[in-house]
C-alpha cells in the first residue's frame, strides 16, 4: 500500500469534472470502464453532463486535499447498480470511478473507505452495497478490507459480464 497522505473532500460533481472523467483511459481489462469517446463529441459531453449531475444519482467528485485535484468520484444510490442484478434488499449502492493515474498503487482502501464514512454520514439505510466486475479482483479485495462480504453473481443484462454484489452491514 502506497505510504502517500491523501485527504479527500466530497463536493456533487460539476460539468467540468464531468468533462475530465470523459477523457480517462484506462488499460485492459479496466478499460470496460472508459467512458465514451472522450469529450469530443459535444452531444456525448451534453449527456454525460445532463446524466453526472442529476441529483438523485448523488454523484460526488472526491478531491485531494490540499490542491482539490479530482482523484476520483462515487455515486450513491441507482447509479451503482447493474441491470441483472437483485436489487430488493434496502442499501445505498455505492459506486466509484477512480483517476487511472490512482489505480495499481494501493490507494483503493482509501477512496472505498472516504465513501463508506460519506454514505454512513448522508443515508439511512441499514446496508452498503457495491456491484464489482468479477474479473475486477483488485476492487473485490478493497471492498473486502472494509468488510463487504459477496452475496450474488450474475451475468449483466448487458454485454453478459459476470459480476458479484457484495453487501456490508451497517450498525
Known amino acids: 500500500m502506497?505510504?502517500?497522505?491523501?485527504?479527500?473532500?466530497?463536493?456533487p460533481l460539476t460539468a467540468e469534472h464531468v468533462?475530465?472523467?470523459?477523457?480517462?483511459?484506462?488499460?485492459p481489462p479496466y478499460d470496460l470502464y472508459n467512458m465514451g469517446e472522450g469529450t469530443e463529441d459535444p452531444v456525448t459531453?451534453?449527456?454525460?453532463?445532463?446524466?453526472f449531475t442529476q441529483p438523485e444519482y448523488h454523484f460526488?467528485?472526491?478531491?485531494?486535499?490540499?490542491?482539490?485535484?479530482?482523484?476520483?468520484?462515487?455515486?450513491?444510490g441507482l447509479?451503482?447498480?447493474?441491470s441483472g442484478g437483485d436489487y430488493s434488499q434496502l442499501a445505498v449502492d455505492i459506486g466509484m470511478g477512480v483517476h487511472p493515474a490512482n489505480t495499481g498503487r494501493g490507494l483503493g482502501v482509501i477512496f472505498a473507505g472516504a465513501a463508506i464514512d460519506f454514505a454512513r454520514q448522508n443515508f439511512p439505510?441499514?446496508?452498503?452495497r457495491v456491484t464489482i466486475a468479477e474479473f475486477n479482483r483488485r476492487a473485490q479485495k478493497v471492498w473486502e478490507r472494509h468488510g463487504f462480504v459477496p452475496?450474488?453473481?450474475?451475468?449483466?443484462?448487458?454485454?453478459?459480464?459476470?459480476?458479484?454484489i457484495y453487501v456490508k452491514e451497517l450498525g
Open 45 to 51: 459531453l451534453i449527456e454525460a453532463i445532463d446524466y
Open 2 to 11: 502506497s505510504d502517500e497522505t491523501w485527504q479527500l473532500k466530497f463536493q
Open 19 to 27: 468533462a475530465e472523467i470523459l477523457k480517462w483511459r484506462y488499460e
Open 151 to 164: 452475496v450474488q453473481r450474475f451475468v449483466a443484462n448487458f454485454g453478459k459480464r459476470p459480476f458479484i
Open 125 to 128: 439505510e441499514p446496508r452498503l
Open 79 to 82: 447509479d451503482g447498480r447493474v
Open 60 to 76: 460526488q467528485a472526491m478531491l485531494r486535499q490540499p490542491g482539490g485535484e479530482l482523484a476520483a468520484f462515487c455515486s450513491f
